[in-house]
């Protein structure tokens, strides 16, 4: 498997615009994590999704930030106006909790980093 | 206080240093993960732990239930294991608490 896919890698952005982040999971992984880390607070959780329903989106910072997870193999965050701090890094990550996995190691993918001027 | 303390938050070794990292938490937890996240960013996960002790090449990890800690020991430290260390734990809920983290150098 090539592991979390996270697309964008790098965006630059005004202030104002719609960014839209996007985020493969690895296949058969039932849990989806949305962290976004920054120098000032670390990392924080977001959201996450468990079989592509969001479970608790009590990080989300406020109604300008939105989450979805339309199947098991996608989901997108979204930043509706843009503002510049919003910048930080996004990442992605996914974790399966079956009993013939390794369980519960979540794999992270390797983030976008989000600059909004 | 954060519900995951870790320490030290940086550390300077030199090549070949036995090295350890502690993280004490306050939660009641189901699992404990190590993280390593390297200077380009990506964050990869070491170990994942709920007791005991875990071994992978160099690098030792250890909990204590009771005592609401523990350790990430690296043997014969190198160069490229200069990174970002970060613990994190998981609660009763799906969610990571993350630690600040910490960062090493090792210098050749």
């Known amino acids: 498997d090539a592991g979390v896919i996270q697309s964008p890698r790098h965006e630059v952005t005004e202030m104002g615009q719609e960014v839209t982040l996007r985020c493969k999971p690895i296949?058969?992984?039932?849990?989806l994590f949305w962290y976004r880390q920054t120098m000032m607070r670390g990392l924080e959780l977001l959201i996450y999704f468990n079989n592509n329903v969001p479970i608790d989106d009590s990080g989300m910072p406020e109604d300008r930030f939105s989450a979805k997870m339309p199947n098991a193999s996608f989901s997108t965050l979204k930043i509706q106006p843009s503002e510049p701090r919003d910048s930080a890094v996004y990442f992605c990550?996914?974790?399966?909790?079956?009993?013939?996995?390794?369980?519960?190691?979540?794999?992270f993918g390797e983030g976008s980093w989000l600059t909004v001027v | 206080k954060n519900e995951v303390e870790q320490s030290p938050q940086n550390l300077t070794a030199q090549e070949g240093e036995f090295i350890t990292i502690n993280c004490s938490y306050s939660v009641g937890i189901s699992a404990l993960h190590w993280l390593q996240q390297h200077p380009g960013g990506g964050i990869v996960s070491l170990f994942m732990?709920?007791?005991g002790k875990k071994k992978h090449g160099r690098l030792i990890a250890t909990i204590n239930i009771q005592e609401k800690h523990s350790s990430l020991h690296i043997t014969a430290s190198h160069p490229r294991d200069s990174a970002v260390y970060i613990c994190a734990v998981r609660g009763a809920t799906n969610k990571l608490i993350f630690g600040t983290g910490t960062l090493l150098a090792v210098q050749p």
């Open positions: 296949s058969g992984h039932d849990y």
């Open positions: 732990l709920s007791s």
């Open positions: 990550a996914s974790s399966s909790h079956h009993r013939s996995n390794s369980g519960n190691t979540i794999y």
